[in-house]
Protein backbone atom coordinates (compact mmCIF):
# COMPACT_ATOMS: atom_id res chain seq x y z
CA UNK A 1 0.00 0.00 0.00
CA UNK A 2 2.78 2.37 1.13
CA UNK A 3 4.71 1.77 -2.34
CA UNK A 4 1.15 3.03 -4.33
CA UNK A 5 1.06 6.13 -2.60
CA UNK A 6 -2.33 5.21 -1.99
CA UNK A 7 -3.41 7.92 0.39
CA UNK A 8 -2.03 10.85 -1.71
CA UNK A 9 -3.66 9.33 -5.00
CA UNK A 10 -6.82 11.71 -6.20
CA UNK A 11 -10.67 10.25 -4.50
CA UNK A 12 -11.58 9.12 -7.84
CA UNK A 13 -9.70 8.36 -11.15
CA UNK A 14 -11.70 9.00 -14.39
CA UNK A 15 -13.28 5.96 -15.35
CA UNK A 16 -13.00 5.57 -19.05
CA UNK A 17 -16.46 4.87 -20.87
CA UNK A 18 -16.89 1.10 -21.84
CA UNK A 19 -19.66 -1.29 -20.31
CA UNK A 20 -17.60 -4.50 -20.37
CA UNK A 21 -14.84 -2.68 -18.12
CA UNK A 22 -14.42 -3.85 -14.44
CA UNK A 23 -14.80 -1.07 -12.20
CA UNK A 24 -12.87 -0.93 -8.35
CA UNK A 25 -13.99 0.63 -5.68
CA UNK A 26 -11.36 0.82 -2.80
CA UNK A 27 -11.47 2.02 0.67
CA UNK A 28 -7.99 2.02 3.06
CA UNK A 29 -8.29 2.75 6.87
CA UNK A 30 -5.33 3.35 8.51
CA UNK A 31 -5.46 4.37 12.00
CA UNK A 32 -7.48 7.69 11.73
CA UNK A 33 -7.27 8.27 8.11
CA UNK A 34 -9.30 6.67 5.24
CA UNK A 35 -9.12 6.80 1.98
CA UNK A 36 -11.28 5.76 -0.68
CA UNK A 37 -10.15 5.54 -4.37
CA UNK A 38 -12.41 4.48 -7.38
CA UNK A 39 -10.76 3.03 -10.54
CA UNK A 40 -11.36 1.03 -13.89
CA UNK A 41 -9.65 -1.44 -16.25
CA UNK A 42 -7.01 -0.95 -17.59
CA UNK A 43 -5.56 -0.37 -14.55
CA UNK A 44 -2.52 1.67 -15.24
CA UNK A 45 0.70 -0.22 -14.36
CA UNK A 46 2.93 -0.04 -11.46
CA UNK A 47 2.32 -0.32 -7.39
CA UNK A 48 -1.26 0.15 -8.05
CA UNK A 49 -2.00 -2.42 -9.65
CA UNK A 50 -0.10 -4.49 -7.98
CA UNK A 51 -1.91 -3.52 -4.69
CA UNK A 52 -5.31 -4.70 -6.76
CA UNK A 53 -3.99 -7.51 -8.08
CA UNK A 54 -3.10 -8.45 -4.25
CA UNK A 55 -6.56 -7.76 -3.50
CA UNK A 56 -8.60 -9.44 -5.90
CA UNK A 57 -6.19 -12.36 -5.10
CA UNK A 58 -7.23 -12.53 -1.37
CA UNK A 59 -11.00 -11.85 -2.66
CA UNK A 60 -10.52 -14.88 -4.39
CA UNK A 61 -9.43 -16.73 -1.38
CA UNK A 62 -12.03 -15.50 1.00
CA UNK A 63 -15.18 -16.63 -1.91
CA UNK A 64 -13.49 -19.98 -1.88
CA UNK A 65 -13.20 -20.61 2.09
CA UNK A 66 -17.10 -19.44 2.08
Same mark, same amino acid.
Given at each position: ??????F????Q??????? /?? $??Y &?? +??? !? /?? $??? &?L +?L? !?????GD????V?RL???????????
Amino acid at each position: MARSAFFALPEQRPLPHGA /DQ $RTY &TI +TIE !D /DA $RSH &TL +TLS !DPLPAGDLRVLVDRLRWHQAVARRRG
